[in-house]
């Protein structure tokens, strides 16, 4: 097909936004664009019709598009750096943002979704990969004389959508047809041997992933101090709503008790990596990795990127050389509240992972829980005088 101007100048519009920011005005304005693109993709790609892959197409991709690698983990606590070590393996095709399939994408994430839900699907994605948050950008390719990738990601997606049923779990269709299509976009002639996705907090979802029988699973934990603190800092540099430090505190604990429990449930299919050994141990750890995946040694899993180019590994304050991996920090430094906090809600889970956090004493830990409790009121107040009680006559 012939490209149109308009596709051209879309692009144009939206890198001058991306290469000038300008403040919140400009923000919104990048965004408007970035949806008129996406929406214009979709009705191109209606106007052309799906492309369908073959049956021998769809048996060949199915060895593979059955075969995904979850990344999951509590946020900060390294999951983006396996990500980047993992970008360049010849065998691994690396999708490049975050799925949030079961809590971004519910509406597809059923039996039966309907063709708007599927068009929104697919408009979402494209916004994504022109990713106006961090370079690279435009991760489906830029237009050309004869192709639009935008495009051809859309067709792509809504024909492996209908080539997929009756082969795969009918909740699941939407996210295996988005790794088809972009494989059919990006890289149409390699032949990975797994597939790659990493959404943190994804151990929550581990139910309904695992529903794929060949899926595997890699967590990544992190001392709950380090984690905290680095959540911390994210809220006061990009100016976000109040921190909440219980609640961060109680969903750091919940992840590391479900590292746990979901390496018991999967065993072999579940592989559980400690944050500071993958930073201090590189080569050790990628090489558990690698074994656990079972694909070939490589000399690219040993240095960080995002679409083979190089990126910062492991932090997002200071200034990091792309492609080098940072030496850990000192001991985060928390508030007296903050490190109670961590030791009433996460003490006990971290332990299996060597991490030593203080717990307060057993009154303590209920006056915490009880100032800290979500929708505290009259019942919880009651709760709490009635667990101070009980702590006090033993």
Not at 98 to 108: D, H
Not at 174 to 179: H, K, T, V, Y
Not at 202 to 207: A, F, L, R, S, T
Request: one cysteine or more.
């Amino acid at each position: 097909m012939s490209v149109s101007r308009d596709w051209v100048r879309m692009e144009s519009e939206i890198s001058g936004l991306l290469l000038h920011p300008g403040g919140a005005s400009r923000r919104a304005e990048l965004l408007a664009c970035v949806d008129d693109y996406s929406r214009a993709a979709i009705r191109e790609a209606h106007a052309l019709g799906p492309t369908m892959p073959s049956t021998d197409e769809c048996a060949r991709a199915l060895e593979w598009l059955t075969r995904p690698v979850f990344i999951c983990g509590h946020h900060r606590s390294g999951t983006t750096m396996l990500q980047s070590l993992l970008d360049g393996h010849p065998q691994l095709l690396m999708l490049p943002n975050e799925a949030t399939y079961f809590t971004s994408f519910a509406y597809v994430a059923r039996a039966a979704p309907t063709s708007a839900a599927l068009d929104r699907f697919a408009a979402e994605w494209i916004a994504r990969f022109v990713d106006p948050n961090f370079e690279p950008h435009f991760r489906l390719g830029r237009v050309g004389a004869e192709r639009s990738p935008c495009v051809d990601f859309a067709r792509a997606l809504f024909g492996w959508n209908a080539a997929l049923r009756g082969r795969a779990r009918p909740n699941l269709i939407a996210l295996l047809a988005l790794a088809a299509a972009f494989k059919a976009t990006t890289a149409k002639e390699s032949i990975p041997l797994l597939w790659v996705e990493k959404t943190p907090q994804n151990e929550q979802c581990v139910g309904g992933l695992a529903g794929l029988e060949r899926a595997r699973f890699v967590q990544l934990v992190r001392d709950p101090r380090s984690t905290l603190a680095s959540l911390k800092e994210t809220y006061r540099t990009n100016g976000r709503a109040r921190f909440d430090a219980a609640e961060h505190a109680r969903a750091i604990g919940r992840s590391l008790r479900l590292a746990v429990e979901n390496q018991s449930l999967l065993r072999h299919r579940y592989l559980v990596v400690r944050y500071e050994d993958l930073v201090e141990r590189t080569d050790r750890e990628v090489e558990r990795v690698r074994r656990f995946l079972e694909i070939a040694p490589d000399a690219s899993l040993l240095r960080p990127t995002a679409g083979g180019i190089a990126v910062r590994a492991n932090s997002s304050f200071g200034a990091p050389v792309p492609g080098v991996i940072d030496p850990l920090r000192g001991p985060a430094t928390l508030t007296a509240e903050d490190s109670a906090l961590l030791g009433t809600y996460a003490a006990d889970a971290a332990n299996p992972f060597g991490y030593a956090i203080p717990a307060p004493e057993p009154l303590a830990r209920v006056i915490l829980r009880a100032r800290h409790s979500p929708g505290h009121g009259l019942r919880s107040g009651r709760n709490a005088l009635r667990a101070i009680m009980r702590t006090l006559r033993r």
